[in-house]
Each structure stands twice: as structure tokens, then as C-alpha cells.
């Protein structure tokens, strides 16, 4: 009599296979005992979670596969992005995740690299490298963020210990490799700063950005990801937000094959805020994932979720995002809503917006919405002299405000406005 194999056996021993190739094509590199140590660690959790694969719930609608493969198609080169050139910021430039050049000195800066840290013994980001990644794992596993953890060999350590009105600018190129970049973010009490990051990391990349915002500081993040339309990432921003503390993250995405941008957002502290937004432009073959968890666990704090995707000729969309609101975060206001665009009837939009509450005093809210392009402000526009492809592009430009005005600083908000309506008049 043949045996019956549950699934959860075969669908294991499928997660494991990819697992163990990828990591013997990944060997853990060297360092010293504390990064070791965390490296150790994270490969550990990557074992027991398994790496994902199409059937897992939190990825049933973004295909893994591409990241899993350990001979992956790579995409020609792409020149270093230059959209925040006059954002008057202090540039870093990496090249499939290598740093260009020497590092800026900056008042209430310090900048390190992974590289560097790797050969010290004793380092100021021991004590965060790994540890909101691996705190994260708790709620929703993030086997690519712990992969990032066990593997990356590059990335950007920034400790912010005063207030700091300089951008710091991640100017991304690629030569057609593949990179493993890890960042940390670190702001003391009262400190203030603003990344930003624009063009493509690799042909195949992941990256981690742990940030941690003590009391009373501000973080502000602008990311723009472009280039390559072949582009293969999975980026993850970990925050752990301290007593009135603000975070701040914005996303425009308008390349790239397979993107999916996760968030994961815990606000510790009483009066926190935390904003996280996004849009995307997707064409063709394009696939655009936002998953964010953002959890309360302290009082009178806000949280806020627009994500924005405007998607044509069979570009798909994804949004996954939670708000947890633990016992005792009374007073939480938090706000979701996710919206689509979509130009023809080959796009699609898929959304799983979650609430999971635990407290009775809250204002929590989400939506989410998907739909074609207003005929009757269409035909309004075109009535007036407008031609068809720039009143399209008028309307996107509407739609998308919304996410746009995420963006506290004005003057960042007017250049990633003007990039947008580039790329609208470049694709028309």
C-alpha cells in the first residue's frame, strides 16, 4: 500500500532544498567574534525558517523563485543615479554594493562600512547589527532579511548623534553583479537626519536597513528605485521607534522585474509617529511588492500607510500590510489605504490589508481600492485641448499626490515630483 506524504512534508523539504543550495552558493564570510557571532545566528534562523517558495501565505503573491536561483540572469550595467544631485547632500556612491572612494566627514555623523567593522574587535554597531532583524522574526518570518544578515559583506553604518540638516545620499550603479547590502541607522536622543537612496543596487540584490530612532529624534527616508528593467531585490527597512519619535519613509519605484520592499515598523515609545509610503509606475513585465507590519506597543501613538501603484500592459501589484495594536497602546490613531491605477485590463492589483487589535481606545482604519482612469475627468481634459497621453499622465499625477505629500521636506518632495513626471513624459 503506498503512503500518503502530507504536504507540510513536501512543501518543507522543498523550502529546505533551496535553502541549502542557496547557502552553499552564500558561504558565511569571516569576522570578528561579535559579527561572527550575529552571523551565526542569523544562518541558524535562515535554517529553521526555510527560504521562501510560492505556497507560503506571505508570499503567494510574489514568486520567490527568481531570488532562489543560484545562477541568476544578470542585467547589463546601470550608471549611478543622479536625481538628488542638487539636494545639496553628502553622496556616498556604491557600485554592486561597493563604496566608491573615501567616506565624508560630517559634523554629528559618524560613517563606517561592514567591511571595516568586520575587522574590529570591539564596534558601536555590535549591539544592533542583526538584532531588530532577528526581533522581527517574531511576528511574520523574513527568511531573506536573516539570509541578508548571515551573508552581506557590504553596507553603510551611520550614527547620528546630533541634528544633522545634510542629506546623507546612497547614490546605487551596478555593473551587472549581484550584492548582499546591509545598513544601520542609529539616532540618539533628540538627533535628526534624512537618507536617501536612488538607482539600482544590483542586477540581484537584497539589502537590510535596521534604523533605530531613540527619543525625541527623526529619521526621514527617501528611496528611489530605477534603471534596470530586469532588476531582481528584496529590500527590508527594521525600525524600532523610542519616545516621541518620528520615522519617516517614502518609495518610488518605476523599474524592475521583481521588487518587493518589506517595512517593519515597532513604535516602543508614547507619542511616536511613524509614516511609511510608497508609489510605483509599473510597465510590462513588473512586479511590485509592498509588505509592512507595523506594530503598537505604546500609548497615543500614530501610524500611517499610503501606497499608491499606477500599472499597465500586464504589470502586477502587491500590497500586504498589518497594523498590530498590542494590550495597553491606547489612544493609537492608525491609517492604511492602498490604491491601484490600472491602465488597461492585463494589470493587476492584489491586497491583503490586516487590522489586529488588542486595545478598545483606537482610531484604526484601512482601505483599499483598485480601478480604471476617470473617462469623465479624461474627457474633461481632452475637451479643453489637452492631448491624450499628457491629460493620462495629469490624472496618474493626481492619483498618486496622496503618497507624494508623504514627504515632509518640501524641496525633496518638488525633485521626486519632478523625476516623476520624467518618467510619466518618458514612457508616453
Not at 550575529?38 to 510574489?62: H, S
Not at 557590504?154 to 551587472?176: A, H, M
Not at 540584490?205 to 526621514?220: L, R
Request: with cysteine; hydrophobic share 40%; charged share 20%.
Amino acid at each position: 500500500m503506498k503512503m500518503f506524504t502530507p504536504k507540510t512534508t513536501v512543501k518543507s523539504k522543498a523550502k529546505m532544498d533551496v535553502t541549502h543550495s542557496l547557502m552553499a552558493h552564500f558561504p558565511a564570510p569571516d569576522g570578528t567574534d561579535w559579527l561572527s557571532k550575529a552571523r551565526a545566528d542569523a544562518t541558524a534562523r535562515v535554517n529553521a525558517m526555510g527560504l521562501p517558495i510560492a505556497r507560503d501565505e506571505y508570499w503567494k503573491y510574489t514568486d520567490p523563485a527568481p531570488m532562489n536561483a543560484t545562477d541568476p540572469m544578470f542585467s547589463g550595467p546601470s550608471a549611478a543615479s543622479d536625481v538628488f544631485t542638487g539636494a545639496d547632500a553628502v553622496t556616498i556612491t556604491l557600485i554592486d554594493g561597493v563604496v566608491q572612494g573615501d567616506l565624508p566627514k560630517v559634523d554629528g555623523l559618524e560613517i563606517a562600512l561592514l567591511s571595516d567593522a568586520a575587522q574590529a574587535d570591539i564596534h558601536w554597531v555590535q549591539d544592533t547589527f542583526g538584532v531588530l532583524e532577528a526581533a522581527s522574526q517574531g511576528n511574520v518570518e523574513r527568511p531573506y532579511a536573516a539570509l541578508n544578515t548571515a551573508i552581506a559583506t557590504q553596507g553603510v553604518f551611520i550614527n547620528v548623534t546630533g541634528e544633522v540638516k545634510t542629506p546623507v545620499r546612497l547614490v546605487y550603479g551596478s555593473d551587472g553583479g549581484q550584492c548582499n547590502l546591509h545598513h544601520v541607522v542609529k539616532l540618539a536622543a533628540g538627533a535628526s537626519a534624512t537618507l536617501l537612496e536612488e538607482g539600482t543596487m544590483a542586477a540581484r540584490s537584497t539589502s537590510v536597513t535596521e534604523v533605530v530612532v531613540e527619543d525625541a529624534a527623526t529619521f526621514d527616508h527617501l528611496r528611489l528605485m530605477m534603471d534596470v528593467a530586469d532588476r531582481q531585490t528584496v529590500t527590508h527597512i527594521f525600525s524600532r521607534l523610542g519616545e516621541e519619535s518620528t520615522f519617516r519613509s517614502f518609495t518610488l519605484t518605476s523599474e524592475g522585474a521583481l521588487t518587493r520592499n518589506e517595512a517593519v515598523i515597532d513604535i516602543n515609545g508614547d507619542n511616536a509617529t511613524a509614516h511609511i509610503a510608497g508609489a510605483c509606475l509599473g510597465d510590462g513585465d513588473f512586479h511590485h511588492d509592498d509588505t509592512v507590519f507595523v506594530t503598537h506597543d505604546a500609548v497615543d501613538c500614530e501610524s500611517r500607510q499610503v501606497f499608491k501603484k499606477v500599472l499597465r500592459n500586464g504589470a502586477t501589484g502587491v500590497f500586504q500590510g498589518k497594523i498590530l495594536v498590542k494590550p495597553g497602546a491606547q489612544k493609537t490613531d492608525g491609517y492604511q489605504i492602498s490604491q491601484s491605477l490600472l491602465l488597461d485590463d492585463d494589470s493587476q492589483f492584489l491586497a491583503k490589508p490586516e487590522l489586529e487589535i488588542y486595545a478598545d481606545d483606537v482610531a484604526c482604519s484601512h482601505g483599499s481600492t483598485s480601478g480604471a482612469i476617470d473617462e469623465d475627468a479624461l474627457f474633461y481634459l481632452r475637451s479643453r485641448g489637452v492631448p491624450y497621453g499628457t491629460a493620462v499622465d495629469l490624472l496618474t499625477l493626481s492619483f498618486l499626490a496622496e503618497a507624494i505629500e508623504e514627504i515632509a521636506d518640501d524641496r525633496l518632495a518638488e525633485i521626486v515630483l519632478a523625476h516623476l513626471e520624467e518618467t510619466l513624459s518618458a514612457r508616453r
